[in-house]
C-alpha cells in the first residue's frame, strides 16, 4: 500500500491519504493541538457536520491529543471519521503507555486530571487498544 502525504494548510500537522475519514501526523509539541483543532473543523466543515456535533468532537480531539503530547511518546496520529452518518470517530495514537487508570482532579481550581471525565461526558462511546507499541484512545461523539 502507498501512502500519499498531502500538504496542509497548516505546516505544522502532515495530512496522510487512504483509509477512513481524515488521518494526520501531529507534532509533538503543545502547539499542535490548536492546528490539530483547525484542520479537523475544516474537515467536518467540508463534510457538512454540524455544529454542535463539530463543536463535541473538537472538545474531544484537544483533549486526546493534549494527553498524548503531555505524556506519551511521538509519533502522535490523529484520524477523524464519520460513521454511518450517526457518529464522528477520534482516534488519537501515540507509542506510550497507556496512563494508569483515570485521574481525579483534585481541588475545584486543578487545571488538570478533568481531560477522561470531559471526553467521557461528550462522547457516547470511548475505549483504548493497545498493539504493536502503540496505544490509540478513541472516542465516538454523536452527530446532530
Known amino acids: 500500500m502507498y501512502v500519499t502525504f498531502e ?3 497548516l505546516p505544522s500537522l502532515c495530512a496522510v491519504t487512504g483509509g477512513p475519514g481524515r488521518f494526520w501526523i ?9 492546528a490539530a483543532r483547525r484542520e479537523v473543523r475544516c474537515a467536518l466543515e467540508a463534510g457538512g457536520v454540524g455544529e454542535g456535533a463539530a463543536d463535541d468532537a473538537l472538545l474531544v480531539v484537544s483533549e486526546l491529543t493534549t494527553n498524548s ?3 506519551a511518546l511521538p509519533p502522535v496520529t490523529l484520524r477523524v471519521a464519520v460513521l454511518d452518518q450517526e457518529f464522528i470517530r477520534i482516534e488519537v495514537g501515540d507509542s ?3 496512563p494508569p487508570g483515570r485521574r481525579q482532579a483534585g481541588q475545584p481550581a ?3 486530571g478533568r481531560g477522561n471525565a ?3 461526558t461528550v462522547a457516547s462511546r470511548t475505549g483504548e487498544l ?4 502503540r496505544v490509540t484512545r478513541w472516542a465516538e461523539v454523536p452527530l446532530d
Open 69 to 71: 503530547i503531555a505524556h
Open 118 to 120: 470531559i471526553v467521557s
Open 26 to 34: 501531529v507534532p509533538h509539541a503543545h502547539r499542535a493541538v490548536a
Open 7 to 9: 500538504k496542509t494548510r
Open 96 to 98: 506510550g503507555a497507556p
Open 110 to 112: 486543578d487545571e488538570h
Open 130 to 133: 493497545t498493539q504493536a507499541g
